[in-house]
C-alpha cells in the first residue's frame, strides 16, 4: 500500500503536493475550529456583542473556518442550481426551440415553478436571503406578477419554527417560569405570521383585556445573520481591494457593506427597537404626521420579544389601487420627512410593514432597521433634491455631491461635469419608471457609467446602503398602484418645503434658479 502510494506521488509530484497541502490544510482549519469550541465550553472564547461591532464579529468566526466553508458550499449548492436552471429554461431553450422547430414550455407556467424553487432556496439560506427576497417582492418594474406573488410570502409566510420552541424564548425573556404563567398573562394566543427574524402572535392581555401583537425571534438568530454580515464584510474587502488595483475609485464597499450590517444586526435587539418605535412615534406627533404607530408594552417587551398595540387593517400593497395612489404621497412624504428633517429613518418599509387601518390611516410597523442622517447630510440632501430636478447641474455636482461623501472635496470637477449631467439627466430624470425604459437608458449610458467608476474618485456614502433600500422598497408599492409614479418628481414637494425651512426664501432663490413646476 504505501509503495503504491509512493508511486503514484513519484508519477504525480504536483498532485501529491496539492493532496497534501489541501489535507493539511482541512486538519488545521478542524483543529481551529474544535479548539474554539472548547474554548468557548469554558467561556474563554470570544464572543459575538450584542452591538454591532465588525471587528468582533470577524475574530468570533475567523476561529470557525469549517462553520465558515460549510456556509459558503450551503450558499452555491442553493444559488448556482437555480442560476443553471434560470439560463436552460429562458435563455438555451428557447434558443434552441427556435433553431430546431421545437415549442417551448409555456413561460407562465416555467415562472411558477422557477419562482416557487427560488423562494424555497431563499428560506432555506436563512434571514440575509430572505431580506433579498422581500425587496424584490414589491418590485414590478424588476420581476414579474407571478414572481412577485411567490415572493410576497416571505414578507410574514415563512415556514415557522414550533411553537415550543418560541414559547421557550418567550419565556426564557418575560422572565416566566412555565407555560402557565405565559396562561397568566396573555389570553387566546395564535400564531398569525412568520418572517424573516421572528414570528408574530395576537393575544390578549388578560389583566386589561387589550388586544397586542407578540414578535418572538427565532433561535440562533444571532449566530446565523452574523455569519451572514462576516460573508458580507469579506466581499466588500474583495471589492475594494480590486477596485485599488484597477481604477481610481475611493474604496467605499467595506464602509457601505459596514452601514447595512449595524442596521441589520441591530434587528435583533427588540429591546432597541421598543426605543426606536417611542421615539418615531412621539417625533410623528410633534410634526403632526397622518401615520398610526402601535404602542408598545415595555413590561412585555425584553431582547427577544417585543409587546406592541394589535393594529386591524390591511398591507398597503394588497389594498385598492386607489388608495395606494392617495396614501403614496403620505409614505414618500414620511419618508422624507425622517431622512432629511429627524435624522433618523425607518429603513425597511416593505409590504409587511407598511399597513393602512380601518379608518384608513398609513401605519408604519416594525423599527428594527433604521439608521441615522447627519445634519450636514440631511441639509446637502435636502439642496441635492431640489438642484436636481431643477436641472441645477453644476451646483449639484461641484457641491452637493462632495458634501454628501460621493465626490473628494479637494477634486476639480470640470472634466467630471459632463459625464455625471448625462448620467443624471437620462439615467434618473428621463429614466422613467418602467424596467424597459430604465434598462434602455442605462444601456445608453452604459460607457459613461463605466468611465465613473474606473476614471474617477467616485465612492457612496456608507448610509446611502439603508437610505436606496428604503427608497427602492417605497418606489416599489407606489409601482403597483401607479406604474407611471416617480419617485424624483414625488420627492420635490417636500424637499423644496424644506429647503425653505432650512434656508428661508431669499436662500432658495440662491439656489442658482428660481423655482419651477416640475409637472408642466
Request: hydrophobic share 40%; net charge neutral; glycine share 6%.
Amino acid at each position: 500500500m504505501s509503495s503504491a502510494l509512493s508511486r503514484g506521488a513519484r508519477a504525480r509530484p504536483l498532485c501529491a503536493i496539492a493532496t497534501t497541502g489541501l489535507a493539511t490544510s482541512v486538519g488545521y482549519a478542524y483543529i481551529t475550529e474544535w479548539r474554539t469550541e472548547q474554548a468557548e465550553n469554558d467561556r474563554r472564547s470570544q464572543q459575538l456583542p450584542r452591538q454591532y461591532e465588525r471587528s468582533s464579529i470577524e475574530n468570533f468566526w475567523a476561529g470557525r473556518p469549517i462553520t465558515v466553508a460549510s456556509r459558503v458550499m450551503s450558499i452555491a449548492h442553493e444559488t448556482l442550481p437555480l442560476l443553471y436552471a434560470y439560463v436552460r429554461d429562458f435563455k438555451l431553450s428557447p434558443a434552441l426551440g427556435q433553431i430546431i422547430g421545437i415549442p417551448s414550455d409555456d413561460p407562465a407556467d416555467l415562472q411558477k415553478v422557477h419562482a416557487a424553487k427560488l423562494r424555497e432556496a431563499l428560506t432555506r439560506l436563512g434571514p440575509a436571503f430572505v431580506k433579498v427576497g422581500q425587496q424584490l417582492s414589491i418590485r414590478p418594474d424588476l420581476m414579474p406578477p407571478l414572481v412577485l406573488t411567490e415572493l410576497q410570502k416571505l414578507c410574514d409566510n415563512v415556514q415557522p419554527v414550533p411553537e415550543d420552541i418560541a414559547m421557550e424564548v418567550l419565556k426564557e425573556d418575560l422572565g416566566f417560569e412555565t407555560d402557565a404563567e405565559v396562561k397568566v398573562a396573555f389570553d387566546d394566543m395564535k400564531l398569525v405570521a412568520s418572517a424573516s427574524l421572528g414570528q408574530v402572535y395576537k393575544a390578549k392581555i388578560k389583566s386589561t383585556g387589550q388586544e397586542v401583537a407578540i414578535k418572538v425571534q427565532r433561535p440562533d438568530m444571532q449566530r446565523k445573520v452574523s455569519l451572514d454580515l462576516f460573508l458580507l464584510n469579506k466581499y466588500g474587502e474583495l471589492m475594494d481591494s480590486l477596485c485599488n488595483i484597477f481604477t481610481e475609485q475611493i474604496p467605499y464597499h467595506v464602509n457601505f457593506i459596514d452601514c447595512f450590517s449595524r442596521g441589520s444586526y441591530s434587528e435583533l435587539d427588540y429591546e432597541k427597537e421598543a426605543l426606536n418605535q417611542k421615539q418615531f412615534k412621539k417625533e410623528f406627533q410633534k410634526r403632526k404626521c397622518k401615520v398610526h404607530v402601535p404602542n408598545v408594552f415595555d413590561r412585555f417587551s425584553a431582547r427577544r420579544v417585543i409587546t406592541t398595540e394589535w393594529v386591524d387593517g390591511v398591507k398597503l400593497a394588497d389594498a385598492p389601487v386607489g388608495q395606494i395612489r392617495s396614501l403614496i404621497p403620505v409614505g414618500v412624504e414620511l419618508f422624507l420627512t425622517q431622512l432629511l428633517d429627524m435624522g433618523k429613518f425607518h429603513a425597511d418599509p416593505h409590504p409587511g410593514n407598511l399597513y393602512v387601518t380601518r379608518d384608513g390611516m398609513l401605519c408604519l410597523l416594525d423599527f428594527g432597521l433604521c439608521a441615522e442622517v447627519d445634519e450636514r447630510s440631511r441639509h446637502a440632501m435636502t439642496t441635492a433634491i431640489v438642484h436636481l430636478l431643477q436641472g441645477d447641474f453644476d451646483t449639484l455636482i461641484a457641491k452637493d455631491a462632495k458634501k454628501l461623501g460621493f465626490l473628494p472635496e479637494h477634486l476639480d470637477t470640470t472634466e467630471i461635469k459632463p459625464v455625471l449631467t448625462k448620467i443624471l439627466t437620462q439615467g434618473l430624470l428621463e429614466s422613467g419608471s418602467s424596467m424597459q425604459s430604465r434598462k434602455r437608458k442605462l444601456m445608453e449610458i452604459s460607457s459613461e457609467l463605466n468611465e465613473v467608476f474606473f476614471k474617477y474618485p467616485f465612492s457612496v456614502p456608507p448610509f446611502f446602503a439603508l437610505v436606496t433600500r428604503g427608497l427602492g422598497l417605497l418606489e416599489g408599492i407606489a409601482l403597483s398602484g401607479d406604474p407611471d409614479f416617480d419617485i424624483f418628481n414625488a420627492s420635490y414637494p417636500y424637499a423644496r418645503k424644506r429647503a425653505v425651512e432650512i434656508f428661508g426664501y431669499t436662500g432658495l432663490r440662491k439656489l442658482r434658479r428660481q423655482v419651477t413646476n416640475i409637472g408642466a
